[in-house]
C-alpha cells in the first residue's frame, strides 16, 4: 500500500502537503496571545492537567511581536534553513478563537500577510466557536487550505471528567458537525494514555473512523514541569505507558482509520527542558521508526481494518 508516493504506511499530512502543492509546506507557528476560558476561570479553574503555561505552544516567538512580523520571521527563517517555499499560518497556542470575531479577523488577516502563504491551521477547544466565529474561518477556505484543530482527547466523558477539560464529547460532535456543514477541514487531537484501557481508547477512535475526520494527531500523555499532572506523577497517582505499548496502540488506531484521513502526529517530543516523563518521549524520530517497523512486521497500514469491512474511502491516497 503506497501512501502519496512515499514508503510510510499511512497517509502522513507533510506528504499529503508537498503532493497537493508541488513543494514542501511548513507551518509556522503563531502566538497571539490568546487564553483559554479553561485557564481564565470561566468555566474551571487550573486548565486541563497536562497543560503548561505554554499552552502546547512548540516555538519560541514572544506574543510581543506583531503576527505579521512572527510569519516574516518563522517564513525567513525557515526558507534559509530548509529552502521553503510554501507556509501555513498556525495558531497553536492555547484556543485560538477564544476572542470577539471582530478581533479574531485582524488577527487572521494579519497572518496571512505573504503571497508565499496558502494556509491556515487554527487550534481551538469546541467549547469555543459559535456560528459567526465559523462563517469567519469559513469564509478564508476559497483562497487558503483552512483547518481547525479540536482538542477532543477521549470520546469518554469519566476521561474528560478526570482531565479537567471542561467540556464533554456532545460538545465536540456539535461544533464538528457544524464545522463540517461549512467545508472546513477538521484535524482532531487524542491522547493515549488517561487512565483508559486500549478497549476504550480504540471506542474512540472508531467513533472519529465513524465521523470520517479530514486529519488526527496522536499524543502520548506527558508531564511537563509546572502542571498538575507532573504532581500527580511525582505522588504515584499516575504511570505513563511504555513505548512498546504506545507504539502498539498507535498501529492499532492507524488501521480503523480511513485512508483518507490526514496523519499530522504520531508522536512528538515535546519540550526536552520540561519533560519529566516518559522521557523516551524525547527521542521522536526513534518512536516513529518503531511504527514503521510494527507496521511493516503487522503487514498492515492505514485503513488495513477498514478495507476487511468494505468501509474504505480512498479519497486522499
Known sequence: MEFNGTDKRYNQYSAYLKNKFGAKVYKITLDAGFSCPNRDGTISSGGCIFCDDGGSFSQAHSNKLSIEEQVNIGAETLKSRFKAQKFMSYFQAFSNTYKPVKELEKIYNSSLCRDDIVGLSIGTRPDCIDDDKLKLIASYKDDYYTWIEYGLQSMHNKTLEKINRGHDFDCFLKAYEKTKALGINV??????????????????????????????????????????????????????????????????????????????????????NNLIAPKWLGKKFDCLNKIDRELIKRGTFQGYKCLQYGLQNNNHV
Open 187 to 272: 484535524c482532531v487531537h487524542i491522547i493515549v494514555g488517561l487512565w483508559e484501557t486500549d478497549e476504550e481508547i480504540m471506542q474512540t477512535a472508531q467513533k472519529l473512523s465513524e465521523l470520517n475526520i479530514d486529519g488526527i494527531k496522536i499524543h502520548m500523555l506527558c508531564a511537563l514541569n509546572n502542571t498538575k499532572l507532573a504532581d500527580m506523577y511525582n505522588n504515584g497517582e499516575i504511570t505513563f505507558r511504555e513505548e512498546d505499548d504506545y507504539v502498539n496502540l498507535v498501529c492499532n488506531i492507524l488501521e480503523v482509520l480511513p485512508q483518507n484521513c490526514t496523519i499530522h502526529r504520531l508522536a512528538g517530543n515535546g519540550d526536552k
